[in-house]
């Protein structure tokens, strides 16, 4: 079986509603087509899927061509579970070209970037066991390394929230690998062949060894968007436009970034979320949930600085300033005098604080405009009302 070329677009939309109203038939929340990097000693696992694009709660007629594409090729598609992943093969492709014809033509100016990936495909001679189709139908835990990279797009390119994808168990399903350039190396077979490769001068000049790639090796950012160290941004971190990323001590994980124009020259922990206008200062760490915050997931507010070599264990708001070399936790005690503390509440008119001295650093998270100082002859860490602007130099970003 096969479809029979599509001539209009009315007839296009019939075919999408026949595959539609199929029995059993579910939405793809997600979906795309990878080209995937397999085991150079097991070819059987996949090590990498490469997206040319991703589909994320958009472009259902798409998603349903892709059914009856696959339906055609004799790939059933199973509904049933939270994802569906299959290799495609060159009767799909051809199936998906007919079904695509009334829009082939402007597939060359990218109006449909989904005929586009099909054109692409059709101009290859062997797609071999290369290519693989990933359907995801409710955000799950994943259970394939492709339906891991399609969420990680989705949050490199945008499309997702920070936060919002369900990756529970997504380090077990990824295997530790030797990256050199974009090309996944299992260890294993570095070992084996590490006397002939070395004594032959094949040896790779290995960049790292870990589970998720770089974002730049996926990902193109925006133009007004500067990563000085590709080694310091990780696959699945969301960058928006106007960030600068230096070099040296700075870090962003995966699930993590930034909401607008941010510098950021130190440690963006998996989970944490810098406002736009903030400066995350040399060295400076905002911690994880899985590195000192209990679980509690910290967001960075606008215009917020954190000082070099200082540590933010509690959500901030906006126009705060963390001096340089300060570590606040949960609990860190801090003090407040009688005058800031009026100060802060008029900052803050929905914060309930108490009238006393000593708080801990947590009752204050997530408010605005405060300023985190230690006390240099007594030690204490105390809080004020932040009278000073922070504000990035708009020519940088």
């Given at each position: 079986?096969?479809?029979s070329?599509?001539n209009s677009?009315?007839e296009?939309?019939?075919?999408?509603?026949d595959?539609?109203?199929q029995?059993?038939?579910k939405?793809?929340?997600?979906?795309?087509i990878a080209?995937v990097?397999?085991?150079?000693?097991?070819?059987?696992?996949?090590?990498q899927?490469?997206?040319?694009?991703?589909?994320?709660?958009?472009?259902?007629?798409?998603?349903?061509?892709?059914v009856?594409?696959?339906?055609?090729?004799?790939?059933e598609v199973?509904?049933?579970?939270?994802?569906?992943?299959?290799t495609?093969n060159?009767?799909?492709?051809?199936?998906?070209?007919n079904?695509?014809?009334?829009y082939?033509d402007e597939?060359?100016?990218?109006?449909?970037?989904?005929?586009?990936?099909?054109?692409t495909l059709a101009?290859?001679?062997?797609?071999?066991?290369?290519?693989?189709i990933?359907?995801?139908?409710?955000?799950?835990?994943?259970?394939s390394?492709?339906?891991?990279?399609?969420?990680?797009?989705?949050?490199?390119?945008?499309?997702?929230e920070?936060r919002?994808?369900?990756?529970n168990?997504?380090?077990?399903i990824?295997?530790?690998?030797a990256w050199?350039?974009?090309?996944?190396?299992?260890?294993?077979?570095?070992r084996?062949?590490?006397?002939?490769?070395?004594?032959?001068?094949?040896?790779?000049?290995i960049?790292a060894?870990?589970?998720?790639?770089?974002?730049?090796q996926?990902?193109?950012?925006a133009?007004n968007t500067?990563?000085?160290?590709s080694?310091?941004?990780r696959?699945?971190?969301?960058?928006?436009?106007?960030?600068?990323?230096?070099?040296g001590a700075?870090?962003?994980?995966?699930?993590?970034g930034?909401?607008g124009?941010?510098?950021v020259?130190?440690?963006?922990?998996?989970?944490?979320?810098?406002?736009?206008?903030?400066?995350?200062?040399?060295g400076a760490?905002i911690l994880?949930?899985?590195?000192?915050?209990?679980g509690?997931?910290?967001?960075?507010?606008e215009?917020?600085?954190?000082?070099?070599n200082?540590?933010?264990?509690i959500?901030?708001?906006?126009?705060?300033?963390?001096?340089?070399g300060l570590?606040?936790f949960?609990?860190?005690?801090?003090?407040v005098?009688?005058?800031?503390?009026e100060?802060?509440?008029?900052?803050?008119?929905?914060?309930?604080?108490?009238?006393?001295?000593?708080?801990?650093?947590?009752?204050f998270?997530?408010?605005?405009?405060?300023h985190?100082?230690?006390?240099s002859?007594t030690?204490?860490?105390?809080?004020?009302r932040?009278?000073r602007?922070?504000?990035?130099?708009?020519e940088?970003?």
């Amino acid at each position: 079986m096969a479809i029979s070329t599509v001539n209009s677009t009315d007839e296009f939309k019939a075919l999408v509603a026949d595959v539609t109203a199929q029995e059993g038939y579910k939405e793809a929340m997600a979906f795309g087509i990878a080209r995937v990097d397999r085991g150079q000693k097991n070819a059987d696992k996949v090590l990498q899927a490469n997206f040319g694009l991703i589909n994320w709660k958009e472009n259902y007629g798409s998603s349903a061509v892709y059914v009856k594409a696959l339906q055609e090729a004799g790939i059933e598609v199973d509904f049933s579970g939270s994802e569906f992943v299959a290799t495609i093969n060159d009767e799909f492709v051809k199936n998906a070209m007919n079904a695509f014809a009334p829009y082939l033509d402007e597939a060359i100016d990218n109006a449909h970037k989904n005929v586009q990936v099909i054109k692409t495909l059709a101009n290859m001679e062997d797609l071999a066991q290369n290519f693989r189709i990933v359907f995801l139908f409710e955000d799950k835990a994943p259970q394939s390394v492709e339906s891991v990279y399609l969420k990680l797009y989705a949050l490199s390119l945008g499309k997702a929230e920070l936060r919002g994808v369900n990756l529970n168990g997504a380090f077990g399903i990824l295997s530790n690998v030797a990256w050199v350039g974009r090309t996944p190396y299992e260890l294993e077979y570095l070992r084996e062949n590490e006397i002939e490769m070395k004594l032959n001068g094949t040896y790779p000049n290995i960049d790292a060894v870990d589970k998720f790639p770089r974002y730049l090796q996926h990902i193109i950012p925006a133009d007004n968007t500067r990563v000085l160290d590709s080694a310091k941004v990780r696959m699945g971190a969301q960058l928006a436009g106007g960030t600068t990323v230096m070099p040296g001590a700075s870090y962003i994980n995966f699930n993590a970034g930034t909401l607008g124009p941010v510098m950021v020259e130190g440690r963006i922990s998996s989970s944490a979320i810098v406002g736009a206008g903030s400066d995350v200062g040399g060295g400076a760490s905002i911690l994880g949930v899985l590195s000192g915050t209990d679980g509690n997931p910290i967001s960075i507010g606008e215009n917020t600085l954190l000082g070099a070599n200082s540590t933010c264990g509690i959500p901030l708001g906006d126009a705060c300033i963390l001096d340089g070399g300060l570590a606040i936790f949960a609990g860190t005690k801090v003090k407040v005098t009688p005058e800031q503390l009026e100060l802060i509440k008029e900052a803050n008119p929905e914060a309930n604080l108490e009238d006393k001295r000593l708080f801990r650093a947590d009752e204050f998270q997530g408010l605005n405009g405060l300023h985190f100082r230690q006390d240099s002859t007594t030690g204490e860490v105390i809080v004020r009302r932040s009278t000073r602007e922070v504000k990035l130099n708009e020519e940088l970003h």
